[in-house]
C-alpha cells in the first residue's frame, strides 16, 4: 500500500515537473519575441530618426533658393534649369521688354545694337518686363545667370541687379559663354548690387552637359 502511495507520489511529483518546464519554456520564448520585437521597434526609430535628420540637415544646407538668369540664345537658360532641378530651387526668367533679334545679337556687326550698347554705356539701361521676384525675402540663396559679352555679364542682367536688395543672400553668378571665362562679370554685378555675400561663380561653356552643371552645384551647395 505504501509501494503505490510511493508511486503515485513519484509520477504527480513528474507531472508537476514537466508543466513547469513547459511553462518557463514558454515563457522564455514570449520573452524572447518581446525583446526581439523591442530591439526592432527600437531599431526601425533610429533608421527613421537618421533619416529625418538627413532631410533635415540637407534642407538647412540649401535653404530657399532661387536662380534668376537672363538667356539670349537659349544656352544659360539650359544651365539655370539644370540647377533649379538639381537644387530643388524656383527659376525667374529675365525678359527684357525690347527682346534682342538675332540681327540685335550680331557682335560681328558693329551698327548691331548689342554693338552700339556696347560702346555706348547710356543705351545699356535695358528695361524688364519684371525686375522684382514674389516673396524675395524668403530667399536666402540666389543663383545669377547670364552670357558673357565682351567680358562681362549681359547687361540686362545689370537692372535686376540695381533692382534688388541682396541683403543676408548668398549670391552665385554663373555664365555661359564660347570661349571667354568669367572675367570680373561676377565682381562688378557685386559692385552694383552693394549688398550681399557673393560667391565666386562659374563659367559653362556653351552646351555644357546637364552632369557637369549638377557636379558644380553639389560643391556649392555642400558649402553653403
Not at 503505490?4 to 518546464?21: H, Q
Not at 527600437?42 to 533608421?47: F, H
Not at 533679334?101 to 558693329?110: G, P
Not at 570661349?179 to 554685378?189: A, I, K, P, Q, R
Amino acid at each position: 500500500m505504501k509501494a503505490k502511495k510511493m508511486i503515485s507520489f513519484i509520477l504527480m511529483s513528474a507531472a508537476a515537473l514537466t508543466l513547469l518546464a513547459g511553462c518557463g519554456a514558454e515563457n522564455t520564448a514570449d520573452n524572447t519575441e518581446k525583446q526581439n520585437q523591442d530591439t526592432n521597434t527600437v531599431e526601425t526609430a533610429e533608421v527613421g530618426n537618421a533619416e529625418t535628420e538627413k532631410s533635415s540637415t540637407a534642407s538647412a544646407e540649401e535653404g530657399n533658393i532661387l536662380v534668376v538668369y537672363y538667356s539670349a540664345t537659349g544656352n544659360t537658360e539650359e544651365v539655370a534649369n539644370a540647377i533649379a532641378e538639381a537644387t530643388g530651387g524656383d527659376i525667374f526668367e529675365l525678359e527684357p521688354v525690347e527682346q534682342y533679334s538675332s540681327e540685335d545679337l550680331d557682335w560681328t556687326d558693329s551698327e548691331s545694337r548689342v554693338s552700339r550698347e556696347y560702346e555706348n554705356e547710356d543705351l545699356r539701361d535695358v528695361e524688364l518686363e519684371a525686375s522684382t521676384v514674389e516673396n524675395w525675402d524668403s530667399y536666402d540663396t540666389v543663383f545669377i545667370g547670364y552670357p558673357i559679352w565682351w567680358g562681362i555679364a549681359a547687361w540686362p542682367v545689370d537692372s535686376f541687379v540695381e533692382a534688388n536688395d541682396f541683403t543676408g543672400k548668398k549670391v552665385i553668378p554663373f555664365a555661359t559663354s564660347s570661349s571667354s571665362g568669367m572675367g570680373d562679370s561676377g565682381s562688378l554685378l557685386e559692385e552694383l548690387a552693394g549688398t550681399g555675400d557673393w560667391q565666386d561663380g562659374e563659367r559653362f561653356r556653351s552646351g555644357a552637359s546637364a552632369e557637369d552643371v549638377q557636379e558644380w552645384v553639389h560643391i556649392i551647395v555642400t558649402n553653403l
